[in-house]
């Protein structure tokens, strides 16, 4: 840790990924209660949930692109003035009510986000350059800890404007001042940031060989097959997505029997999945970096197939809190685990388009699982989520078994 905090590369970024988790949080949750003040209000928030998740499916094209930039530093300092921009630009119409100015707000929100997922592409390049290899893992823990911190405070934000006074051109001001701040900050870190000019121009991959390039370091990263580890990605995730959905419903369906309030159930369980994600990210031991990215799925896995075990037959809180919390824990190891194993094999060239793939995958999983599965929940019964949900964690754990060749 103290190694990390004087490098000042490791600095910067984390200090403007901070203020931007800020700002992002802060304003998505802004954007739901605007949509709500409309006479569609059904239509208008399904409008914002579609456009939240829209931009990962753009991940590996905005993965290309930010391969393809030169000047990585500079750019990334670039899509912060222009988020800033951006909201600068909204402010004044936000408190107009028109369906009009609604769709513009949230096509100046998308466009914002679609250069956050460009940042979080050229972000990785910059850290796989400037952080020692033996410090990278628990670079991205330490960023995906605080970025979790971040976004509570920032949600938390959100609800207090709206609470005294109402104002979305407030919170859309306050946005644009947290991208302006997190612009200075990498501006003030500029130099740090210039990564050495390429003497000769590498050439353009095609999509083929892009493809096979990010092939061959996620089989060695992982230690899976390329398409085992791609789908089970996607259904640990389509699990994860849908359990905060289910665990609501569930512990609005015990009622009485529980052993607290509806309300401060939620926060209770809400309050152990993030407390174990945030520990999983920042505990980087000795003996937890010797674990395999394969091994702590398996973990996960495991986990989460008890917790809607106990949701099915036993269904008591206080073991179902315990199982969020380990839950938490294991996907707060595995996504520095991964990362960091991408970023010591790939090529530079290739690290965006890596970092876009995964952002893919995750958005693919979303409305899997928190739609798909909290529907069936709501349609035919609990059981069958259950079912569906440790249906799908069978599949992921049978992924784990097709080692890479």
Known sequence: MTALLKNRAFVALTGADVLETIGVSLFNLILLTYARTFAQAQLLVSVVSVAAVLPGVFGLALGRLADRLVAKGRWLMRTKWLQAGLYAVMTPLINHRTMGIFFMVVAIN???????????????????????????????????????????????????????????????????????????????????????????????????????????????????????????????????????????????????????????????????????????????????RRLTYRTMVWFTIGVLSLIYIELWWGQNFWVVTLGMLLAGFGMGQLNPKLNAGLLQRAPAEIVGSLQGLLMSLATLAVPIGSIGIVLIYNVESQQAAYGVSLGLLVLAAGCLIKRSA
């Not at 200075?184 to 095609?206: F, G, M, Y």
């Open 110 to 288: 998308l466009g914002s986000d679609l250069l956050g997922q460009l940042s979080a592409c050229l972000r990785q390049p910059l850290l796989q350059a400037k952080v020692p290899t033996q410090w990278q893992a628990e670079a991205l823990g330490i960023n995906q800890g605080i970025a979790t911190l971040m976004q509570l405070v920032g949600q938390a934000g959100g609800v207090v404007l709206i609470g005294l006074n109402g104002s979305y051109q407030l919170a859309s001001a306050v946005n644009a001042f947290t991208f302006l701040l997190a612009g200075l900050v990498l501006n003030w870190q500029q130099r740090v940031l210039t990564l050495p000019l390429v003497a000769k121009k590498l050439p353009v991959l095609s999509i083929r060989a892009l493809l096979r390039q990010v092939k061959v370091v996620m089989e060695a990263s992982a230690g899976l097959n390329f398409v085992a580890v791609s789908l089970n990605l996607l259904l640990v995730n389509a699990v994860g997505a849908s359990i905060d959905g289910i665990l609501t419903l569930f512990l609005l369906q015990q009622g009485s029997r529980l052993p607290v309030s509806f309300s401060v159930g939620i926060v209770i369980v809400n309050t152990g999945f993030i407390g174990g994600l945030i520990l999983g990210s920042w505990l980087q031991l000795a003996w937890l």
